[in-house]
């Protein structure tokens, strides 16, 4: 393994694996790929999904690596130390700062809820809720104002400490101790979802290949997915690409990153489904899995349903937080990197994306419920083109800036960079064998990527 020794980079290249993996595996492994994987053909969207992680998500991951190791800086600047002569490029920077921003606002919210529904496992009160009345409780939970700011607040502040402490004793630490207790927990999930009698439905409805509904609209899903999933576009992976050490091998360590990603949603898929349909229910995602399901499924099990259930939001909790810690990693290294102690930039993204999570966390709420005795939140009728404040930033942040960042982030990489400064970088300065790599991944990276990236966009706005 590499090692590195400047202060400011990550230890090792297994640290910065873990740290990357870190980033790339949360909620969106655990409650939205099993969702969309069935619902779009299983088996049949696996393949699709398989070629988008591998030929896209992780050409966007070694384009963002090089971009950050090349130049050492955080997104704003890394494009204009790049390209001095079109220093406009900055604003893609920019617009992948906003992006890690909105994110992290809404990211606060489902986190929140879900320290919440840990700490609920932990001291009993979910298991004493009768077997009907999940809906109930999460809506009322969701839609109260108090007690979902505090585990925003709270959940902020775990991110927050593990920032403060640094790159290396920070990220690099919590992301090699958290990753491995995350794998563990997965598969005591699997194995517990899988001897369940009736579980063979669950796993049917993962894998089994329908081609009837892979739809126009599942394969901008997958493409969709591939790039949240893997945490690409937005510029946190050029902030760790800047942290990875000289002589790290940039392919193989996307490699591992990606591969990590893909079974651990894989993993999560066979955690679940199998559980959901072994107790009757009906497959969703979302909150709607997480919140009102799953609880019902742990119930089931009995006397070790709470343990499970603690287990379950445990793992879900933590994937989280290495979420979360590389998108205010990123905000807080472009302040540093600007001259403002770690500390008080830390500091001061954190306050002002707390106020915006906690709007967003007011304004949740479903149309649904008026027509039921359901609730929304205190500011669910104000409106943002339609829309509630929570509803707005979820589809800015899953259906549009994700891909007009990374559309935009592949043709910086592919048309304007030097392909002698790519190469020299990948390569390590011709020290490590690429041979026809590099043709094929130049290919990927200027006709594929931006190709599919431009057609998903258009199709997404124009739906
Ligand atoms: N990849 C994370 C997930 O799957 C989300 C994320 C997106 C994190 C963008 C950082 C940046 O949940």
Known sequence: MTSNTSKTGFNSSFGAIMAAAGSAVGLGNIWRFPYICGKYGGGAFLLVYIFFVF?????????????????????????ATLCPKHTSWKLVGLLGLITCFLILAIYLVISGWTLNYFWESLTGTLSSIPINGFKLHFN??????????????????????????????????????????????????????????GASEGVAYLFNPDFTKLTGEGVLAALGQALFSLSVGMGVMIVYGSYLPVDDNILKTSMWIT?????????????????????????????????????????????????????????????ALTSAISLLEALTAWLNKNGMRRFSAALLISVLVVFLSIAA??????ADNAKTSLSNGIWYDIKIAE??????????TGTYLPPICAFLTIIFFGWVMKKEDIMDELSNHGTVKIGYFNVFYYFLVRFVAPVALLVVLVAGIIK
């Open 387 to 396: 829309m509630s404040i929570y509803e707005f930033l979820d589809k800015l």
């Open 259 to 319: 591969l990590c990603d893909f079974f651990i949603a894989v993993l999560s898929g066979v955690a679940i489904f199998p559980a959901v349909f072994a107790c009757g229910q009906e497959p969703t995602g979302g909150p709607g899995l997480v919140y009102e399901v799953l609880p019902v499924v742990f119930q089931s099990f009995g006397g070790l349903g709470t343990v499970f259930a603690t287990v379950f939001f445990l793992l879900l909790s933590l994937a």
């Open 361 to 366: 966390s007011f304004a949740y709420g479903d």
């Open 140 to 197: 009322t939970f969701a839609s109260s104002a108090v007690r979902p700011a505090v585990f925003i607040v709270a959940f902020l502040i775990f991110t927050f400490l593990v920032i403060v402490g640094g790159v290396q004793k920070g990220i690099e630490r919590v992301s090699k101790l958290l990753m491995p207790i995350l794998v563990v927990l997965l598969i005591v999930m699997c194995v517990r979802s899988l001897t369940l009698e």
């Open 55 to 79: 030929f896209i998500g992780m050409v966007l991951m070694m384009s963002e690596f090089v971009i950050g190791r090349r130049s050492k800086e955080a997104p704003i600047r890394a494009y």
